[in-house]
């Protein structure tokens, strides 16, 4: 069983943690990022908008998962470009030989970041992978915004979430959310960001603190998820509307979710577009019953216990 160990967030912040032991705010070499996953409390999917490029109508609660991947970057030498260092346990198909790292999303938020801020890309990133890819759990976007976040202090930029989000839209519906993490409303195609805290009415309280998520070393492709949701439809029961497409796809996960609650959490569902599945517990003992139920029954391939909301964390090493 893999555990994440984190820090319990403030859910009144809007803005990412950032610890340094420098007093001022001169262009450091390095800068490192941990980036939280994300998953969706709620998601209301609507029509596809040909304006959006066939993308479809989101209403969804974002909040953010104590599953970190890494992002680092350091200066390099002018005129010798970019790299990128991958490393960690579940890197699924970012380890091929064929993959190409200009499609990387932390590279891609390299470029995008560079010119609009009239930077070169002589920049190395380091990114250890620990959200599982393909998963549901927003790692690539995740990797993205933290690259955004680094870069921006790596040099000596200073821009705010109100200049960075519109950048992270360009790139993804969930990045602008992850730029700050916490619990946001997410509109439009989900790029539209409205902050908010544990006393939102479209906030459940249950299913915040404990939560243990179940990765799969099964990809899911988000185009699938929403060709079998506008084949399929969704079941008004659930709260995630690409809950029963995504189980559909993947049968175990909807094993996960009957297993979890049986085992007493206190919600369970698919996260995003799946297959991950969240569950919500009560306390340290739900949380090690549901743990013993997913291992017992083999529903899920990975298991991580952790605490949501979470923020991501910019240091100077």
Not at 61 to 90: E, Q, R, W
Not at 152 to 167: A, E, I, T, V
Not at 193 to 208: C, K, N, Q, R, Y
Request: proline share 6%; aromatic share 6%.
């Amino acid at each position: 069983m893999t555990t994440a160990s984190v820090v319990r967030p403030s859910f009144a912040s809007d803005a990412p943690r950032r610890t340094t032991g420098a007093t001022t705010q001169a262009a450091p070499s390095v800068v490192r990022v941990e980036c939280p996953a994300k998953t969706n409390l709620t998601l209301a999917v609507g029509e596809p908008v040909a304006a959006w490029g066939g993308r479809h109508r989101l209403d969804t609660m974002y909040c953010a998962v104590g599953i970190y991947d890494t992002v680092t970057v350091s200066s390099k030498p002018a005129g010798s470009g970019f790299s990128l260092d991958l490393s960690g346990n579940h890197l699924g198909d970012l380890a091929m030989d064929h993959a190409d790292m200009r499609r990387n999303h932390a590279v891609m938020a390299l470029f995008a970041l560079a010119e609009a801020a009239g930077m070169t890309t002589d920049v190395a990133i380091s990114l250890e992978k620990r959200i599982p890819v393909g998963a549901g759990l927003g790692g690539g976007s995740s990797d993205a915004a933290g690259t955004l976040l680094a870069l921006n202090r790596l040099w000596g930029l200073d821009w705010g979430l109100d200049r960075l989000r519109p950048l992270a839209a360009t790139l993804g519906a969930d990045m602008p959310f992850c730029l700050s993490g916490g619990l946001a409303r997410g509109t439009g195609y989900g790029e539209i960001i409205e902050t908010v805290d544990a006393s939102h009415p479209h906030v459940d309280g249950s299913m915040l603190g404990n939560v243990v998520v179940g990765a799969y070393n099964t990809q899911l492709s988000t185009p699938d998820v929403y060709r079998m949701f506008d084949a399929i439809g969704t079941d008004p029961q659930n709260a995630n509307d690409l809950q029963k497409a995504a189980i559909a796809l993947h049968p175990r996960s909807g094993e996960a979710i009957r297993a979890a609650l049986d085992a007493g959490a206190t919600t369970a569902f698919v996260s995003g577009s799946g297959p991950s599945v969240v569950a919500c517990v009560p306390d340290e003992s739900a949380s090690a019953a549901v743990c013993r139920a997913w291992m017992a029954g083999r529903t899920v391939d990975r298991l991580f216990e952790t605490t949501a909301p979470a923020t991501p964390i910019v240091s100077v090493p």
